[in-house]
Every structure is written in structure tokens, then in C-alpha cells.
């Protein structure tokens, strides 16, 4: 069982929905949860950062966090034809700075 | 402007031939890190450096070599490389004492025959 699962998709969706991302997680020990994008041809880039559990939100992004379930969601309100990318979660353990990541979920928003 | 930089972008070439991907950042970050991205698996960490001459593993380590000699710089050294190592490669950088943010440079495509 890998570290990090994430569903892959692609997952495609009209411009204006909401759109949710997941990521279920196996290792306890991961404190700090993240979420990157990553346009075609180019390295990826934070988008959301939460410590240990809660929710966070940054305009039309909200990232939560469920320890309890091992388990980590982005949500993207209104989506536009420019969020259209590919979405990575990452996770590390208090103290350490190795990081996991999963394989990313492929979103296309349609205009 | 804020930037990691990887050298070369693309590189093809054959199985035992030595080679050295560059990756300087100009932000005076602590951490630097190497990455490999491949479909179905994801990024995967190869090393990072925590500082100057402080260099440890991560995931998938063999095959690779890294150095740490100057702050700036992290290039990841492949002494044999085989076909298994055929990958999209990041470097990144983040600031010590901050786990949340890496900044990511812009890829190395690597091709071994």
C-alpha cells in the first residue's frame, strides 16, 4: 500500500463548479499537508499549506484536513479554464523534511 | 527575480556516461531538495540538503549522488545511469525552519539509452 493514495483522474468538469480533490494517507506521523499545482511542462507550485488538522482557505481554495480519517481534501470554488491543471498533494512528519507526495489528479475545467 | 534554475533542460544519453544536472537558487535558502517524476508514481524525493556539506537521503536514493558545497548549488550526479533512471527531474529550495514551502525549478527531462 503506497504512503499516499490519490486518485488520478482525469477529472473534468464545466467552468463555475466545485471542485474536490482528495488524498487518503496511511502514515500518522504526517503533520504538515500541502497541495501544489502543476501546469503542463513547468514544476509544481504551492498552493495551500495546513498544519496537523482544520481548514484553511485562501480565496477560491479551501484545503481540510481529517487526522482522524487520514484523510486531506482541496476545494476549488468556481472554477475557471485557468485552474486547469495537474494537483498534488504532499505530506511530512513533524521534524523531518522528507516528503511524500501523491501521483496527482489531472483537472480540466471547460469553458 | 526569485528563481531555482536546472541545467540542462533536456539530456539524452547513454547507459555508464557520467553526467551532472545543475540547480542553483538565488533566494539563500537552507534546504534544497531532488526530485524524480514519473507517471503512476508520482514525484518522488531523491536527496536534500539541509545546509551546506549536510546532505541526507530520501525515498529513492540509488543510483544518485549529490554535493553540497555551496549554498546556492545542489547538483545531483548520476556516475552510471541506466535506462531505470529515464525521468522528469525537479530540484527545489525552501527556507530552513519552514516545512510548507519548496519552490520548484522548471525540470530536467532525462532520457538513458
Known amino acids: 500500500q503506497k504512503e499516499v493514495e490519490q486518485d488520478p483522474g482525469p477529472l473534468s468538469v464545466p467552468e463555475g463548479a466545485i471542485v474536490s480533490l482528495n488524498c487518503t494517507y496511511s502514515n500518522s506521523a504526517f503533520q504538515y499537508f500541502m497541495w501544489y499545482r502543476q501546469y503542463s511542462r513547468k514544476g509544481p507550485e504551492l498552493l495551500m499549506y495546513?498544519?496537523?488538522?482544520g481548514n484553511k482557505e485562501d480565496g477560491r481554495f479551501t484545503a481540510q484536513v481529517d487526522k482522524s480519517s487520514k484523510y486531506i481534501s482541496l476545494f476549488i470554488r468556481d472554477s475557471q479554464p485557468s485552474d486547469s491543471a495537474t494537483y498534488l498533494c504532499?505530506?511530512?512528519?513533524?521534524?523531518?523534511?522528507?516528503?511524500?507526495f501523491g501521483t496527482g489528479t489531472r483537472l480540466k475545467v471547460l469553458a | 527575480e526569485a528563481q531555482v534554475t536546472q541545467n540542462p533542460r533536456y539530456l539524452i544519453t547513454v547507459t555508464g556516461k557520467k553526467l551532472t544536472v545543475t540547480c542553483s537558487q538565488n533566494m539563500n535558502h537552507e534546504y534544497m531538495s531532488w526530485y524524480r517524476q514519473d507517471p503512476g508514481l508520482g514525484l518522488r524525493q531523491i536527496y536534500y540538503s539541509m545546509n551546506v556539506e549536510v546532505t541526507d537521503k530520501g525515498d529513492v536514493p540509488e543510483g544518485y549522488k549529490v554535493s553540497r558545497k555551496e549554498k546556492r548549488n545542489f547538483p545531483l550526479i548520476l556516475e552510471s545511469p541506466s535506462p531505470n533512471q529515464t525521468s522528469l527531474y525537479f530540484c527545489?529550495?525552501?527556507?530552513?525552519?519552514?516545512?510548507?514551502?519548496?519552490?520548484f525549478g522548471p525540470g530536467t527531462r532525462l532520457t538513458v539509452l
Open positions: 527545489a529550495s525552501g527556507a530552513s525552519g519552514s516545512t510548507d514551502t519548496q519552490y
Open positions: 495546513t498544519y496537523s488538522s
Open positions: 504532499a505530506m511530512s512528519a513533524s521534524g523531518t523534511y522528507k516528503y511524500i
